[in-house]
Structure formats: structure tokens, C-alpha cells
């Protein structure tokens, strides 16, 4: 529903913020486009997409973000993957940036993170930047004109690019900060322009808070049967293993690209958007999302242009490899209008296997299911994080590190629960390199995932034979139509045999070094489930 937007002189309570020379309240996309242009924070693009780019950051700043450390927080957060900040840390940082926006600009956007009105939060989100505005009014939930009217904002994210924090005043670790305070419900971000960061943010919001209602949060797309949400699948997966391409499979709906939740009621997008990645995005591969980037509003950002016709370099990486672009589900035809669908029926969690070793797909017990969850074996991809420039392998707990506020374990006990109470088949697909690891292997082919994850999700996979994998202990199957059956197993697509077994050794033993800080709040037949 189209809101009229507001530009107010006045103070904005919530956080008090106060002297501001404008506030522009709620601003819908046209306006949004209109200022960001105006101020030169970026260009029109063909069809009216806003090109822009984010500067020295260009991708996430996990290292800098913060939890303010509080009696209430003390016994709650896992400290080990969060770093802490002082109260009077904090006090002193939300001070001096509220000091810097007087006399400034900014834009504020009142949304809410969930499609399910039962577990939603409400979120007031305060920009310094105009195209910051437009990005999360597309990543976070859009209310009605009447919702609106009666918004309270519970939690305020406020974010100033060109303020730089202070690491002795403010206690940051450099000039760039993302500080999280549960006891005051307020989140500033400092000295970065990459937008992840304010949708991330929210995220980590929501993964410290539902937990406590019973809800399992999940760093996961979703989708379901098209006419039947009841038949849903969510994908686990950290950025760059396709959670986003094969979730939005033109044979079913899709409920969100990236974030979502698993309630007594079902499952729930968090977001309102999609935030893809453009890199080597073709029209014939993937032409939805290839078409929003020629969609008035979306945002491209880090991506090469044309200075003259504006035509989008979707191969070049002078910038980044993190190149992205940010819409509303809308703009994705089969796209679920409520974000809403029943309890998964399947479990699939996506890793980029950058040593080459692992199977294309492989089912899981329920058991190997948490082990996996717990484990988070993937590589981080290229860009996505400061300092990555090649697939890393690594092991990121329940598939999300970085926004986990609690102990992995709190996470995994959820997970299992809910697919026993619920009967979720658990699959891992690996979407990584076959044929030699990254460097010498190329990239597992997207048609033959394509093909795995329908048989598996249509329920034909169950009629073919399945073999138990010698080095990792799940079920692998043998032979599937329209799949080359050399794929399905890993040490026949290398040249040297040996050399496969060499790298699958080391890449159990990082499995088992990686575990046994799980071990002592774990179960037993997860223990059991262990790769050895």
C-alpha cells in the first residue's frame, strides 16, 4: 500500500535523536531513488535500478561487531563468538554518533522483521544514507498504511557511514563498529557502507530473541510446493552455496532467499526481499533475478558499469566478487505472497565443498542431521567478509556463525526437535568442486544439483539405492536419471585417486578437531553420528 511520505524538523524519540536538520520518515521507493540521486550517493541504471557502490567495505566486518555486556546478557551469549562491550563503551559510542547526525539528513523507515504478525519485531531503522533506506524498506517487511498509524518501534538500528568510532573512547577494535545492546534494543553500525550490515544486524536481533518463544531461527531459504505450502523445504547454507538460486525453482514458491523461522505454526520468511548476488549472473541461468537488476529500485551495488550506456559488467570483480543486488520478493514471479509456509518436510543444508571430496548429495539420519548442523562445513565465498578473496573452507556452526548470539547447542537442540516432532527428511548437498578441489576441480554443475534436489524433494529419490560413503558415513545414492552417475561418486571424478584419499584424510581430521568442542553438550547418538 503506498505511504505518504513524511519529512519532518522534529526530534525522533526512540533513541533521542534530536537536531537533525530533516528527518524524512518513511519515504516509498520513488522518493527514496529521487533523493539518493539527488545527493549523489549513486546513479539511475537501466530500467531504474539505483547503482551504487559501498566504498572501502564491501562486504561484511564480522571482527567489529560487538554485544554490550550486561548482568542481562552475561549468562546468555556466547562470548566465545561474540566480542563484548562495555556499557559506558556503549553510552559514550551512542552519544558521539547522535552528536554527528545534528544537523544532517536522515531517513527513517519503520518495518517489521517477520511474516508471522505472532513472532514479528518491529524495527525503526535510521539512515544517514538515502539508498540505505531504500535497501532495507526491500529487505525487511513493509507495513500497511494502518499498521503504520499505530507503529512502536521495539527495537532502533541507526547506522552513520561517516561516523568513525574511537577504539580507545568507544572500546571498538577499529574505526568501524556494529554494537549490539539487548538491554536498550538499539543497534548502531559505524564507518562502513556495505548494507548487509543492517539487515545482518536484525538478523542477529532475531536469533538471540526467538528462541526463547520456541522458535528455531534459521540463516536458510525456503520454498514449498506451488498450490501446497504445507510441502516446504528450507535450505541451510552461509553466503555463495545457493541458497538463493535453488530455492528459486520456477516448479515451487519461494518464501525467502535467506532468513527465516520454524514456530508450532510452520516456518516464516524474517525478511521482505531478496539480497543476491550478481557475479556472473546470466539471463539464461538464473532470468529472474537476472531482470531485477533492470527493475526500477532495486539496488546494485559494487557492480561495473558502462559510463555512458550504463550497461551492467556481470564478469567483472575490479570491485568485489561480492557484487549484489537488493529487491522485494514481488519482483520474483512464483514468490509467496504471505512468506508463510508449513513445517519442512524436508532439511537441506548446502556446503561448498572447496576441497572436492564430498558427494553432490548424501542423505542424512537425523542423528548425522545435528552433526552437520553443529559442524557448518562449508567455504566462505569470495567477498562476502573483508579479507576473503578465494573459497575458504571453514566451519561455521549452524551454518551462520557470525550471527549466532548463543551457544550453537541452543540452536541444534531446536533444529532436532523439530524434525522429529515433524518427520523432516535431511540432506546435504554439497554445491562445491568435483573433480579436485578448488584451483584444480571445477564447480559442481548446477543442473545436476538442480536435478538431486528435485528427486529428493518430489520424494523419487527414496526408490533408488543408496550406498553407505566410506570416509563420511552417509547414504549416498547410487544411480539417478539424468545425473551423471560419475558425480555421485567423488574419488571417480579425480585423475589421481590417491590424491582424493589424501584430501578426504584431511578433511575428516578437520572434522573431528573442529567437534570436540561440541562434545560436552551434546547427545549420545549425535556423538555416535561423528566422522572419525
Known amino acids: 500500500m503506498k505511504h505518504t511520505p513524511t519529512t519532518a524538523v522534529t526530534t525522533l524519540d526512540a533513541q533521542g535523536i534530536r537536531g537533525a536538520a530533516r528527518v524524512h520518515y518513511n519515504f516509498t521507493e520513488p522518493a527514496l531513488v529521487e533523493a539518493a540521486v539527488a545527493r549523489g550517493e549513486g546513479r539511475l541504471g537501466r530500467g531504474g535500478a539505483f547503482l551504487c557502490a559501498t566504498g572501502q567495505f564491501t562486504g561484511r566486518s564480522p571482527k567489529d561487531k560487538f554485544v554490550v555486556r550486561t548482568p542481562a546478557t552475561e549468562n546468555t551469549i556466547w562470548w566465545e563468538n561474540n566480542a563484548a ?13 547522535l552528536a554527528h547526525v545534528q544537523g544532517r539528513e536522515v531517513f527513517v523507515q519503520d518495518l517489521y522483521a517477520g511474516a508471522d504478525p505472532v513472532h514479528r519485531l518491529d524495527v525503526r531503522v535510521v539512515t544517514e544514507l538515502a539508498w540505505h533506506g531504500l535497501f532495507i524498506r526491500h529487505l525487511l517487511r513493509r507495513p500497511s498504511r494502518e499498521e503504520l498509524a499505530g507503529f512502536v518501534p521495539e527495537w532502533t538500528v541507526i547506522n552513520c557511514p561517516s561516523f568513525k568510532a574511537d577504539p580507545a573512547r568507544h572500546g571498538s577494535r577499529t574505526e568501524t563498529v556494529i554494537a549490539l545492546n539487548f538491554d536498550e534494543k538499539c543497534v548502531l553500525i559505524a564507518n562502513t557502507a556495505y548494507a548487509g550490515e543492517n539487515k ?3 538478523f542477529t536481533v532475531l536469533n538471540y530473541l526467538l528462541p526463547e518463544e520456541g522458535v528455531m531461527p534459521m540463516h536458510c531459504s525456503a520454498n514449498h510446493a506451488v498450490g501446497n505450502p ?22 515451487r514458491t519461494l518464501i525467502g532467499d535467506d532468513e527465516h523461522g520454524w514456530s508450532d505454526r510452520g516456518i516464516f520468511n524474517f525478511e521482505g526481499g531478496c539480497y543476491a548476488k550478481t557475479i556472473d549472473l546470466s ?42 543486488c537488493a529487491y522485494p520478493l514481488e519482483a520474483i514471479s512464483n514468490a509467496s505472497v504471505t512468506g508463510l509456509g508449513g513445517h519442512p518436510r524436508h532439511v537441506v543444508m548446502l556446503t561448498c565443498d572447496a576441497f572436492g571430496v564430498m558427494p553432490p548429495i548424501a542423505r542424512l539420519t537425523p542423528a548425522q ?35 549466532m548470539p548463543r551457544r550453537p547447542e541452543v540452536y541444534g537442540k531446536l533444529l532436532q526437535a523439530k524434525i522429529a516432532k515433524h518427520g523432516a527428511s535431511c540432506w546435504l548437498v554439497n554445491t562445491g568442486w568435483t573433480g579436485g578441489a578448488y584451483g584444480t576441480g571445477k564447480r559442481m554443475p548446477i543442473k545436476a544439483t538442480r536435478a538431486l534436489l528435485a528427486a529428493a524433494l518430489d520424494g523419487s ?12 558415513g552417509f547414504e549416498v545414492p547410487v544411480a539417478v536419471p539424468g545425473v551423471d552417475t560419475t558425480l555421485l561418486t567423488p574419488r571417480d571424478t579425480w585423475a589421481d585417486p590417491a590424491a582424493y584419499d589424501a584430501q578426504a584424510k584431511k578433511l575428516v581430521g578437520m572434522f573431528a578437531d573442529n567437534f570436540g568442542q561440541y562434545v560436552p553438550f551434546i547427545d549420545a547418538d549425535v556423538k555416535a553420528a561423528a566422522i572419525r
Open 283 to 324: 539471463p539464461e541461468a538464473e532470468p529472474e533475478i537476472y531482470a531485477t537488476t533492470h527493475r526500477f529500485g532495486t539496488v546494485v551495488e559494487n557492480m561495473v558499469y558502462h559510463p555512458e550506456t550504463l550497461v551492467l559488467d556481470f564478469s567483472n570483480r575490479s570491485l568485489t566478487e561480492n557484487t549484489r
Open 200 to 202: 545482518k544486524a536484525v
Open 85 to 97: 562491550m562495555s556499557p559506558e563503551h556503549f553510552a559514550r559510542l551512542k552519544a558521539d554518533m
Open 461 to 472: 529419490l527414496n526408490g533408488v539405492q543408496f550406498r553407505r560413503d566410506p570416509v563420511f
Open 230 to 251: 504445507v510441502d516446504a523445504a528450507v535450505f541451510f547454507g552461509l553466503s555463495g552455496t545457493g541458497k538463493t538460486t535453488l530455492s528459486a525453482s520456477p516448479d
Open 369 to 403: 542431521a545435528m552433526y552437520h548442523f553443529l559442524s557448518g562445513f562449508t567455504s566462505k565465498a569470495a567477498g562476502t567478509e573483508r579479507g576473503i578473496t578465494e573459497p575458504q573452507p571453514t566451519f561455521s556452526t549452524c551454518f551462520g556463525a557470525p550471527f
